[in-house]
């Protein structure tokens, strides 16, 4: 078998396997292609999930000399990599504080320590590979939001502290609007474009003798390797799911954190008109929407006249939006408001996206060995810092593999009970269970009569539910409403057109293919007359 070691590389938006009709400031990035897996092969160890966590951990194995193969569903980086606003920091979304009173300071201190590292360890391997991928350290502001008080701000400084970071609380920070606000300054964070850095990645990967297979979908995963959807096996003495959501594991995982959807804006603004930094408020995603909707911001450079000023936030429950009555077109322009106020010179709004988040319910990551099994190993856990907890994904993870002690080991350790989140574990799977009461409940329109082209919607029909999409030139497609992972009923999402499963996040486009994991295959198509 030989290397396919061409890399394709097209300079123009990729497809969006979501079916979605919304840009993204991604439309610059470069389309990493490979060919599909076509034979049964071997190698140490197969890597599925062609995100920032996979094609890190395949990298560091492959200079390792591990022989590794690498799967991708769709493109590399075309998950959640693809839609990340990429900032490379170890402020934490889910604060140090809050580390600390689950767990202790050590483990706040490890977490602060092995986010750091990523940063460090991005920024070398873009200098030694002379990666373009505009790469550069930046400083970061945590902000009050309205509805928090100073004291939260100075617990948060001090824990911060405690974990060994030089962090300092500052009256101003630079070019943004907050009133009497006081801000967290934390220096030497960063920032680049994560789908170039993929591609110099794969480049190095391709070069150490690994292999990478993309348009590839895994079916089966067990501790022998894998099985794709085409019949095809990779035999291998050790498997890593980068999945984003682990798509070999039924129950053990996803009882353990929630997933949530997110969205940006990017609009223009005059070239050097505002530095680049990073800024977060202190917004929680968990909370209502009214009250504490979160926020995050970096500046692009995008033009020889624009930046790209990017501003994310307003999240909830993934499959969840219709609960708290608010559409994704609400939420962008509630982004939109809320940069033009704090950004007065913010212009036009040139690309806007969502994305997902895995929210653990201890505040951690989960990296490392899945429960029960010695040779297959998880990355998923976000927790909104997807690019730095990808990167660590990629050192614990290889370490693990080459029989390497690694200190982070145990605050990662996907097999952990945190007895202190007990009430947020509760919390959330009650939430879960709350929706199988979509069974019961009434469809979103009566008759498919009602169903305009490009719009989908739930649909009952006497003791069933089902999933309907009328596309462009009118022609019907109707699935099983029931999502194959653990059979909740899918909602419609009008913002990226696709059905999402309010239970664990799973997501599935207008043609009912799985586009997010946990489920592993397609809603049932169901054939019947209109």
């Known amino acids: 078998m030989s290397n396919n070691n061409l890399i394709i590389v097209k300079e123009n938006k990729p497809e969006r396997t979501s079916g979605a009709n919304i840009s993204c400031w991604f439309d610059e990035a470069p389309e990493i292609k490979f060919s599909p897996l076509n034979q049964n092969t071997s190698a140490d160890v197969v890597v599925v999930g062609g995100g920032i966590a996979g ?60 986010h750091t590292e ?58 943004i609007i907050a009133a009497g606000n006081k801000f967290l ?10 789908l170039k850095y993929l591609s110099g990645l794969c480049k190095i990967i391709l070069n150490n003798k690994g292999f990478i297979y993309t348009d590839t979908h895994v079916k089966e995963i067990n501790n022998k390797g894998v099985e794709t959807s085409n019949g095809y096996k990779v035999n291998a003495k050790y498997v890593v799911v980068a999945t984003n959501s682990p798509i070999n594991d039924v129950v053990k995982i996803h009882n353990k954190q929630a997933p949530y959807r997110t969205y940006v804006v990017a609009a223009r603004v005059p070239k050097n008109s505002i530095s680049h930094s990073l ?7 968990k909370s209502t929407w009214q009250v504490y909707p979160y926020h995050y911001v970096r500046i692009h450079p995008y033009s020889s006249e624009f930046d790209l000023l990017i501003v994310g936030g307003e999240d909830h429950k993934t499959g969840q939006a219709d609960e708290e009555n608010i559409s994704g077109e609400e939420r962008f322009a509630a982004l939109k408001n809320w940069a033009k106020n704090h950004f007065p010179i913010m212009e036009e709004v040139l690309f806007r996206w969502s994305g997902q988040m895995m929210e653990p319910v201890d505040h951690l990551g989960l990296i490392g060995r899945n429960p ?27 370490d693990l593999i080459a029989g390497k002690k690694n200190k982070w080991e145990e605050i990662y350790n996907p097999s952990r009970i945190s007895l202190s989140a007990a009430g947020t574990y509760l919390q959330e799977n009650l939430n879960v269970a709350k929706q199988y009461v979509d069974f ?54 009008n913002t990226e057109k696709s059905f999402d499963c309010p239970c664990h996040g799973s997501r599935f486009s207008t043609l009912g293919r799985v586009i997010n994991g946990p489920a592993n295959v397609d809603l049932e198509r169901i054939e019947i007359s209109e």
């Open 55 to 114: 094609v890190t951990t395949a990298y560091q194995l492959s200079k390792n000399n591990f022989s590794v193969i690498l799967i991708e569903d769709g493109n590399i980086g075309s998950g959640e990599t693809g839609r990340t606003t990429a900032h490379i920091s170890n402020a934490l979304d889910d604060r140090y504080f809050r580390i600390e009173k689950s767990f202790d300071n050590e483990t706040s201190r490890l977490a602060a320590e092995s």
């Open 118 to 175: 990523a940063i460090n360890f991005i920024e070398r391997i873009v200098i030694e590979n002379n990666i373009i991928c505009n790469f550069e350290r930046v400083n970061g502001y945590l902000m009050l939001h309205p509805s928090d008080d100073e004291e939260s701000l100075r617990e948060e400084l001090n824990a911060a502290k405690r974990a060994g970071l030089h962090v300092e609380l500052i009256e101003t920070a630079p070019d």
């Open 185 to 194: 300054k934390f220096p030497n964070q960063g920032q680049f474009h994560p």
């Open 279 to 285: 800024w977060w408020d202190t917004g929680n995603h």
């Open 372 to 398: 029960d099994d010695e040779n297959i190993f998880i990355a998923t856990g976000d927790s909104g810092n997807g690019i730095t907890h990808g990167t660590i994904a990629g050192i614990l993870i290889s």
């Open 440 to 493: 019961i409940t009434p469809g979103d329109i009566d008759s498919l009569k009602e169903l305009k082209n490009g719009e989908g919607a739930i649909i009952r029909d006497e003791l069933w539910k089902a999933a309907v999409y009328r596309d462009e030139t009118g022609k019907l497609h109707i699935f099983s409403a029931v999502c194959p992972h653990l059979k909740c009923i899918v909602n419609w999402n």
